[in-house]
């Protein structure tokens, strides 16, 4: 158990739909990452937070957004959602900023839009 | 563009033997690489990591080596045992502190 918990754990949902994906990171943590993983792509990394703050944008689509509230939990918004947003989605967290720090991983929350 | 590179998508080791997975990278901007190892239905767990002013870094059964000038690091394993069934991921930071992982390898150990 990495510390890092997500919710839902799974979330079917139409095309066209919003959802928000919820992240708790490790106690302590201030530092929280999103990734999406699809069947044919590696771990992609889509936005980091540090301390409630963006702190670091990778490729992450205008129809998606995040923010890190002030207990430091972080939710991941994703809107009109197409069929190619089917994918494991993973939330880390890390003590202060990555490069050199571990990320702690939670367990992803797999979404299926249909 | 893929900035990390995890060519061997699959990898078969007879228990007891050696394990290497590879890594490539393109960025020569990158000064610290991390592998995670993954089982289904769990997220990431962190491996082991080396940092671009070492060519090695060693825990355990597990050592990494890094060549900045081929850009290549690999993961040994040695000896494989069955719980290291998994996949593998390699990832990859600098400073803007994006890390960049790469599509994986799936090790199968045989018994």
């Known amino acids: 158990d990495s510390g890092v918990t997500q919710t839902p754990k799974h979330l079917i949902t139409a095309t066209g739909q919003r959802v928000t994906l919820r992240c708790s990171p490790r106690s302590g943590d201030l530092s929280v990452y999103w990734y999406q993983q699809s069947l044919d792509q590696g771990l992609q990394f889509l936005i980091q937070?540090?301390?409630?703050?963006?702190?670091a944008k990778g490729n992450i689509l205008e129809r998606f957004s995040a923010q890190q509230f002030p207990d430091l939990h972080s939710e991941l918004n994703l809107s009109s959602l197409e069929l190619g947003d089917s994918a494991l989605y993973f939330c880390?967290?890390?003590?202060?900023?990555?490069?050199?720090?571990?990320?702690?991983f939670g367990p992803g929350t797999r979404l299926l839009v249909l | 563009d893929q900035q990390v590179k995890q060519n061997s998508p699959s990898l078969s080791v007879q228990e007891g033997r050696i394990s290497i997975l590879n890594c490539d990278y393109t960025n020569s901007m990158f000064d610290y690489f991390l592998w995670y190892k993954k089982y289904p239905a769990e997220g990431p767990t962190f491996l082991i990591s080396?940092?671009?002013?070492?060519d090695k870094n060693e825990d355990g059964r597990f050592t990494v080596f890094l060549n900045k000038s081929a850009k290549h690091l690999s993961l040994h394993i040695v000896p494989s045992q069955p719980g290291d069934s998994a996949v593998y991921f390699c990832a990859a930071s600098g400073r803007d502190d994006k890390i960049i992982f790469g599509k994986g390898t799936r090790l199968h150990i045989l018994p």
């Open positions: 080396i940092s671009s002013i070492k």
């Open positions: 880390a967290s890390s003590p202060f900023l990555a490069g050199e720090e571990t990320q702690y």
């Open positions: 937070y540090y301390n409630g703050e963006e702190r």
